[in-house]
């Protein structure tokens, strides 16, 4: 190994050096693995975030033009942003950025968090501290990883006040923990509920008593002060104005207020008060009841399983030190099933390193052999783990795959490299070893173009294959080699004969000619090979075509009519287009040009089976009209909640009521029945109880079988107009003009406006003001005034101040009694004194009811509206209309607004889905060049590039003939395929091309079988190993989404690649005239 080492690169490094450096390099990958993230799922972030808030009791539009405008444009600072939106809704606000994907994400965190502290204290009062909220690839992704419940024999916002001083700042101590959450509690509130005749006839307004309750509560710094002391000395003093009574008690006879005569009477004149809890603005409970949940979530790189540990020995001593009565139970462990899933992993790996090393010990029934291939694979994970922690990689269900598939085509290389250096004691063929390894890392960059959200969960995935190989290489060229010697492993020569009794046995003529048999085994093969290789050569052309036939044209995808009116389109239609080819010639044009590329693509379902990435879940998601309200919603689920917690089967059920509209539960079940019958049990009588229950829609789903849904709606239409502009009111101004310009057509009969498009139409409408300008301008009246009038009579909820109590700070919100007796027609009809005299609403305006936008949009800072309608007739007619409307409709918009066509397109050749296999070209690339490079040749790249579609003929006959699901994981084993099918191809030819320039007198035909009878060996051991390591992943009683495919469409393709080596290769490689 030392000559070799000092021949190819000049360095004088002995194997025993070379042994004890990667041997020291190991062990220190061996420390790291403590410090490797584990968790359940990726958590790797899209480029971007998101930063919402509360504003109760404020509408759409209020909560944009105070709180959201306001956070959008300060957020639209931070550097690296790509785009920007926000959507304000009744009592929220959200504000959506994406970020270049070269921008540091947590700089861009750290500056968006800094931002909305200086922004926090210009906002509304009634707008609580925005959070933000890093865009995950899943849903749970950055979802609590363990939840607690406290129970106690006290008031649940005493049980919250005492958990947020004494327990949670023990827990937010811990390293890795990002964000203790807690919530259940409903805090307390001051409700004034006021008659608006008796201000109006004193002179009080609802102003004057805000300001009086404020006056009262107000706190103010007033300076410092110093003072000298009795011995000379100065001191210095705090000022400030606090107020005079700090009973921490809400008593109105303590605050006066000035009436029109100039009197003060007490504030507990004018209004009626009551503590009162606050009203819910949604509702979270888990099993039904009613408590305090304490959840955690961890950062992005902590160790879930270490971090687990630490958290449950932080609630032991919790534990020491509760008062009596209080009690905590942990509520979910999502460590449990990480546990459980690495388990499975740990036994999916310890079966394949035991089938391959078996495989490797019958081959070669060599001890030494077998301790050379467990070293190398050793130190090789171990020096891989280096570099996990370096690149930051995450040890979660996709990377642990990874690392078990990556297992076979380590020792792939292993095997390659050994049997070479056995065989020449050289290192001639890494050069090929190389290659093939590049082809396999090329083909898994493609990864790193796909779909961000694919791509989010499969680059660790992929980084730790391409990893693993490239630590591979290392190890093949310098270890493998080194240990050779040093065990002193040479090549498998003749059995030396022990003893006389087994020398006679093996004398007896019956023995010589098995042995002389099999000796001429390999004769007669080469002999056969070299014949048919002649006969395929000759054939050429036929052997090519047949192989053509067998993967498939794609004539079935052809369309039964070609739009246009040109002279193709018309000869098409004449031909191919008409109802005698497509009864008559087409189901047999297309059974005999379609192949099994036909067979693959119409009778293979494209979906994925049920993955296990996730614990067992049903779902249940219920929904009431317009003009629900949160008790209505909260009654309804709470009866599907008594009705589950009669099922001793189910571990915990989730309910969360979001909305008046909306709510939903989430079913776990125990260990025990989650996949047996029960669930599917329950999910029919869950939709027998909702049926039953009625009085709103419901949704079911979460398991393999189809969902239900009760929800009968319209659709909202699929012609689509979006708008944009930089005022709200104007943009509104002009799409109404749009719409009634659209609705001037017969064929159209409603057109909706929305913030965004939807499905189906909603039932939202909203009370409005249709002003008479003319009316209010003769008045004197202008809307302000009028708003003014009005406000005192139908005031709700008003919040006023607050007043700290023993039980914390509380709200003081300011009612009207008479918003809950008036009606809307005694709005329109009651006079209000609005200017110089009384007025009847309905002189001055008109209330109507309409659909209105719920929410208001925002994109790059332009808000938006979204028209949409459906138009009877064809939809091509439809779409010319509404261009020609568009048009003329541009003419007239002024400068800063615009409207443009959004048309739904499902054509196959702009889906997302054929961008995939577009994707492929890439990989076909990689190996042209790395080949070519390797070869100094264009024409034998091309040999082991066409082999690449023999081999999916393999996975397309493997998914029809075995009935398979196809997902993401058939995908990615025709990316996996493309990098390990062309190996055997490159062993072979760099083979072939070596015997050539040692034997150049040698016929073409002759080095190729010898190439072949060289490398068939090792290529037949390597093809093998990578099929037994992926059978593990087809072993169990469910076939897993991804995992299942890409196992099965993997070793199918390699199984039909042995066949385009064995027959196409050569007919590609050699020439006619060389045979």
């Not at 009551?274 to 979530?297: A, C, H, K």
């Not at 001793?648 to 539960?665: D, G, L, N, P």
Request: net charge positive.
């Amino acid at each position: 190994m030392k000559k070799l080492l000092e021949k190819h690169s000049g360095l004088k490094v002995s194997a025993f050096t070379l042994i004890v450096a990667f041997i020291c390099v190991a062990l220190v990958g061996l420390t790291l693995i403590p410090l490797l993230p584990v968790k359940l799922n990726p958590s790797r972030t899209s480029p971007g975030f998101s930063v919402s808030f509360n504003m109760s009791g404020a509408s759409s539009r209020v909560v944009e033009m105070e709180a959201t405008s306001k956070l959008e444009a300060m957020l639209a600072r931070v550097r690296g942003i790509r785009s920007i939106s926000s959507t304000s809704g009744n009592g929220w606000g959200r504000v959506n950025v994406s970020l270049d994907k070269h921008t540091n994400v947590e700089m861009a965190r750290f500056e968006a968090s800094t931002i909305i502290r200086q922004t926090w204290p210009e906002l509304p009062k009634e707008v609580n501290y925005p959070t933000i909220q890093m865009s995950g690839v899943g849903e749970r992704s950055q979802g609590p990883f363990i939840s607690f419940t406290i129970n106690a024999p006290s008031t649940p916002i005493l049980i919250q006040q005492y958990a947020d001083e004494h327990i949670k700042p023990r827990l937010a101590q811990i390293a890795g923990v990002y964000k203790v959450n807690l919530n259940g509690a409903t805090p307390m509130e001051w409700r004034l509920e006021y008659d608006s005749e008796q201000l109006r006839s004193l002179g009080v307004s609802v102003d004057d008593i805000r300001q009086a309750v404020s006056l009262h509560y107000r706190k103010e710094f007033m300076g410092t002060s110093d003072v000298e002391q009795v011995d000379g000395g100065k001191e210095w003093i705090r000022l400030a104005l606090v107020p005079e009574k700090s009973n921490r008690i809400f008593d109105p006879s303590d605050i006066s207020i000035v009436i029109k005569d100039g009197k003060m009477i007490g504030l507990n004149e004018l209004v009626k008060v009551t503590r009162e809890e606050e009203e819910p603005q949604s509702y979270y409970r888990i099993n039904g009841l009613n408590s305090i949940y304490l959840s955690l979530v961890a950062e992005e790189t902590a160790n879930q399983l270490a971090l687990s540990k630490q958290v449950e020995a932080v609630m032991e001593e919790v534990h020491e030190f509760l008062p009596a009565g209080y009690e905590i139970h942990m509520s979910y462990n999502a460590t449990e099933y990480i546990k459980e899933e690495l388990s499975k992993i740990y036994l999916r790996t310890g079966m394949t390193v035991l089938i391959l090393l078996l495989f490797v010990l019958l081959i070669t029934w060599r001890p030494k052999y077998l301790f050379l291939i467990v070293v190398s694979l050793t130190i090789n994970m171990a020096i891989a783990i280096i570099f996990y922690y370096l690149f930051g990689l995450e040890m979660q269900l996709y990377s642990l795959a990874g690392i078990t598939i990556s297992l076979n085509l380590v020792i792939d290389n292993t095997i390659v490299m050994s049997d070479h250096y056995l065989r020449h004691r050289n290192l001639k063929a890494f050069l090929s070893v190389l290659a093939a390894t590049l082809t396999t890392m090329g083909a898994l960059v493609v990864i790193f173009f796909l779909d961000e959200k694919i791509r989010l969960n499969l680059q660790d995935f992929a980084a730790v294959v391409i990893i693993n190989l490239g630590v591979s290489l290392l190890v093949s060229l310098f270890f493998v080699p080194s240990l050779i010697e040093k065990i002193g492993l040479k090549r498998k020569g003749r059995r030396k004969k022990s003893g006389v009794r087994w020398q006679r046995l093996m004398d007896h003529n019956w023995f010589r000619w098995i042995r002389r048999i099999m000796r001429r085994i390999p004769v007669y093969f080469s002999h056969f090979y070299m014949w048919l290789i002649r006969i395929l050569c000759r054939w050429r052309v036929a052997v090519c075509l047949l192989l053509l036939f067998a993967f498939g044209f794609p004539v079935f995808l052809l369309p039964e009519h070609m739009k246009g009116e040109d002279k193709m389109a018309d000869f098409y239609n004449r031909t191919i287009g008409t109802p005698t080819y497509k009864e008559k010639v087409k189901p047999i044009v297309d059974k005999v040009f379609g192949g099994s590329l036909r067979l693959f693509v119409q009778k293979v379902y494209e979906g994925s089976y049920f993955t296990r990435n996730d614990e067992v879940v049903l779902y249940a998601n219920a929904t009431l009209p317009n003009g629900s309200t949160l008790e209505q919603m909260n009654t309804l689920i709470k009866r599907m909640e008594a009705y589950l917690s009669g099922f001793s089967e189910i571990k915990q059920f989730h309910t969360s009521v979001q909305s008046a509209r909306r709510a939903s539960i989430s079913v776990n079940f125990t260990k025990e029945h989650q996949y047996s019958g029960f669930p599917y049990t329950l999910k029919a009588n869950i939709i027998g109880k909702a049926l039953q229950l009625g009085g709103g829609s419901w949704d079911v789903y979460g398991l393999q079988d189809q969902g239900f849904s009760n929800d009968v709606r319209e659709s909202a239409g699929s012609f689509r107009v979006k708008m944009y502009g930089y005022n709200y009111d104007e943009l509104y101004f002009w799409a109404e003009k749009l719409k009634e310009k659209l609705l001037s057509h017969r064929r159209i009969k409603e057109v909706t406006i929305s913030s965004a498009f939807s499905n189906w139409k909603d039932d939202y409408k909203e009370f409005y003001f249709d002003l008479d300008k003319k009316r209010m301008a003769e008045e004197g009246v202008n809307a302000q005034t009028l708003f003014a009038a009005i406000r005192p009579l139908y005031g709700r909820n008003m919040e006023i101040g607050s007043v700290l109590t023993q039980d914390g700070v509380e709200k003081i919100k300011l009612s009207s009694r008479q918003s809950e007796e008036r009606d809307v027609w005694a709005m329109q009809y009651f006079p209000v004194h609005a200017g110089r005299r009384d007025y009847k609403l309905s002189e001055l305006a008109k209330v109507e009811k309409g659909q209105m936008p719920q929410e208001v949009a925002k994109e790059n800072q332009q808000y938006r509206l979204c028209l949409q309608y459906e138009y009877i007739g064809a939809s091509e007619q439809g779409y010319r209309i509404l261009d020609k409307d568009l048009e003329e409709f541009k003419e007239i918009l002024p400068m800063g607004y615009s409207a443009k066509s959004e048309r739904q397109n499902w054509s196959w050749g702009s889906s997302g889905v054929n961008k995939q296999y577009r994707l492929l070209l890439i990989v076909v690339a990689i190996i042209f060049m790395i080949t070519s490079i390797l070869f100094n040749s264009l024409k034998q790249p091309l040999a082991i590039i066409f082999v690449i579609p023999v081999s999916y003929i393999g996975v397309f006959l493997t998914f029809y003939w075995f009935k398979l699901n196809f997902d993401q994981g058939g995908f990615a084993s025709f990316v996996l395929l493309c990098g390990i099918t062309v190996n055997a191809s490159i062993y072979i030819l760099n083979e072939y091309n070596a015997l050539r320039r040692r034997f150049p007198h040698l016929s073409s035909l002759r080095a190729y079988v010898k190439a072949w009878n060289i490398k068939i060996i090792p290529i037949f051991l390597t093809v093998t190993s990578t099929i037994l390591g992926f059978i593990p992943f087809m072993v169990g009683t469910e076939k897993e989404g991804f995992w299942f495919p890409l196992a099965a469409g993997t070793i199918g393709g390699l199984i039909m690649s042995m066949v385009g080596v064995f027959i196409l290769l050569p007919v590609l490689t050699l020439k006619k005239k060389d045979i």
